[in-house]
Each structure stands twice: as C-alpha cells, then as structure tokens.
C-alpha cells in the first residue's frame, strides 16, 4: 500500500475568515445573529449570535436579519438581540488601558498586617484573598 503526502497541487488560500458571514446565498456580510427552527412547534427561532456554528443553524447578517418572514402558519420569535454591532467607548478603552497597566506592574510582595486579610501573588487575571490567621 503506498501512503501519499497532501497534494502537491494543492493551492493554499488565505481567503478563508474567522469571521462568520451570513449563511444567505451571495451575501457575504458578517453574521449578527442565528436562525434555529423548532419544527414541531412551527416555530422558527431568531437570537444572538451563536457561540459556535452549528450544522442546522443559519447565521444571518443584520439586513437579512431584520426581513425575516416564516411560512404561512409558522411563528417567529425574535429574542433580544442588539443587532447593531456596538463599538468601543471612551470608557471601555479607558478601562482596558487601565487593566493592561495593572498587568505590566510588577507583582508586590504581600505585608503581613495584623487582622487584615493578605493577598498572595496574582495567578492570570485572577486574585486570591486569605483569611485573616487568628
């Protein structure tokens, strides 16, 4: 049996996107929310955006999103989705140049103070606080 490596006429693209586009036959906008049916109850399901795209999902952009219509005799329920992409404030930015600040200092040595709590060296973004000895 002769074992074959990939193809050498194989043509590598980096057309590909993370991004998940809108599941809608020539539309290639992002996808801001997903469509799921619930056939049994002739409902079709509009909400946010999954966390992962699924087979018997559609992913659809906020136009398409919006015109949705379901067959005669179905119901469509939209659950509350924001479907306007928001962008960043001066505030978030401000807190996340905050937060990388924080993570660029250097880890201090905790002070043994009598009756207080003492916080032991960060592990990632989180803190651990122990109890005060008695």
Request: positive net charge.
């Amino acid at each position: 049996m002769c074992r074959r490596g990939p193809l050498k006429s194989a043509v590598r693209s980096n057309v590909v996107s993370p991004v998940r586009r809108c599941s809608r036959t020539a539309c290639g906008r992002p996808a801001v929310a997903t469509l799921t049916y619930v056939y049994a109850d002739s409902t079709a399901v509009l909400g946010p955006l999954a966390t992962y795209a699924e087979p018997h999902c559609y992913d659809l952009c906020a136009e398409h999103s919006e015109r949705l219509t379901a067959p005669r005799g179905w119901e469509v329920v939209r659950l509350a989705n924001d479907v306007v992409p928001t962008r960043p404030t001066g505030d978030d930015l401000e807190a996340l140049a905050n937060a990388v600040r924080e993570a660029a200092r250097p880890p201090q040595r905790p002070e043994g103070r009598e009756g207080g709590s003492r916080e032991i060296p960060r592990r990632g973004h989180l803190r651990v606080l122990r109890s005060p000895e008695p």
